[in-house]
T-cell receptor
Framework: DVKVTQSSRYLVKRTGEKVFLECVQD?????MFWYRQDPGLGLRLIYF???????EKGDIPEGYSVSREKKERFSLILESASTNQTSMYLC???????????????FGPGTRLTVL | RKEVEQDPGPFNVPEGATVAFNCTYS??????FFWYRQDCRKEPKLLMS???SGNEDGRFTAQLNRASQYISLLIRDSKLSDSATYLC????????????????FGKGTHLIIQP
């Protein structure tokens, strides 16, 4: 079974702090994604990566950056956390390309981030 | 503009009943479709893929209507454990080349099965 893990389930940070969210997948998937999920807004794509050191902006990249130094690890960075970044953050991975036919995404358990 | 629309519900359904909900999509070039299930405070998990005219998996049937651009999910003999949020997910044209035009998630339909 594919396993996607995230470094923290719950995280509380203060405004202005730099925040690192880590995601690791163990199935040698090429593609990894970061989403945030908010009530009434659904899942929104922040960034994704289709290869090591490659990254693409999603729909809401502002205020975030990412790093993919190794195939299995994809990090989301909040350079200076703000209260409007309080959310559930979900990492996902998939074997096939973003637009490939039948590309199931496997999600991690999520990190619930609160910025005070 | 790509969109996936779902009725947010909640759908309150007695145990054992049949329930169906739809999802409409705006990109007519979309090639593949999925239903994901998300339990409260959990991550989404793939429930079913819908590739052509639809498919069935036990009590669950997913159907695709390309002409009207909607997919549906039918749950027969509903169980208490079916209570969850069901996310409709659409994959655009397979030749779109990636980029931010990746999977598009609906906001989900909340289903509550009542004893």
């Amino acid at each position: 079974d594919v396993k996607v893990t995230q470094s923290s389930r719950y995280l509380v940070k203060r405004t202005g702090e730099k925040v690192f969210l880590e995601c690791v997948q163990d199935m040698d998937h090429e593609n990894m994604f970061w989403y945030r999920q908010d009530p009434g807004l659904g899942l929104r794509l922040i960034y994704f990566s289709y290869d090591v050191k490659m990254k693409e902006k999603g729909d809401i990249p502002e205020g975030y950056s990412v790093s993919r130094e190794k195939k299995e690890r994809f990090s989301l960075i909040l350079e200076s956390a703000s209260t409007n970044q309080t959310s559930m953050y979900l990492c996902a991975s998939s074997l096939l390309g973003v637009s490939a036919f039948g590309n199931e995404q496997f999600f991690g358990p999520g990190t619930r981030l609160t910025v005070l | 503009r790509k969109e996936v629309e779902q009725d947010p519900g909640p759908f309150n359904v007695p145990e054992g009943a049949t329930v169906a909900f739809n999802c409409t999509y705006s990109n007519s070039a979309s090639q593949s479709f999925f239903w994901y299930r998300q339990d409260c405070r959990k991550e989404p998990k793939l429930l079913m893929s819908v590739y052509s005219s639809g498919n069935e998996d036990g009590r669950f049937t997913a159907q695709l209507n390309r002409a009207s651009q909607y997919i549906s999910l039918l749950i027969r003999d509903s169980k208490l454990s079916d209570s969850a949020t069901y996310l409709c997910v659409v994959n655009p044209d397979m030749y779109s080349g990636g980029g931010a035009d990746g999977l598009t998630f609906g906001k989900g339909t909340h289903l509550i099965i009542q004893p």
